[in-house]
């Protein structure tokens, strides 16, 4: 699977971002697609997970101001990012796997499969 993620920005506190990642690969609707996140200094942090059933999981610091989902048709998953703050400022990668259980999903070391990344500035 190749991943290509995009959507990245520069937006004020408050506002919002859609990320995009496009996939390639006839069995994308099977693999387990996650978001993750890089601020400068620090580790590469979960932020969401969706599973080939659509069920969704998110981290604590983002929950109910992200929002990720797919469209297996078009082999895309989306992260849609409102209530944006300065702290969310990072690399937003996202990852695939296709063979994770569900205790596995918020590590980042047990995905196989990474996009470049696309740069998210909040400034205050």
């Known amino acids: 699977v190749q991943l290509q993620a995009s959507g990245g920005g520069l937006v004020q506190a408050g506002g919002s971002l859609r990320l995009s990642c496009a996939a390639s690969g006839a069995t994308f609707r099977k693999y387990t697609l996650g978001w993750f996140r890089q601020a400068p200094g620090k580790d590469r942090e979960f932020v969401a997970a969706?599973?080939?059933?659509?069920?969704?999981y998110y981290a604590e610091s983002i929950k109910g101001r992200f929002a990720m989902s797919r469209d297996n048709a078009k082999n895309m998953v989306y992260l849609q990012m409102n209530s944006l703050e300065p702290e969310d400022t990072a690399i937003y990668y996202c990852?695939?796997?296709?063979?994770?259980?569900?205790?596995?999903?918020?590590?980042?070391?047990?995905?196989?499969?990474w996009g470049q990344g696309t740069l998210v500035t909040v400034s205050s």
């Open positions: 990852a695939a796997d296709s063979s994770l259980i569900l205790s596995s999903i918020r590590g980042y070391e047990n995905y196989d499969y």
């Open positions: 969706i599973r080939s059933n659509g069920y969704t």
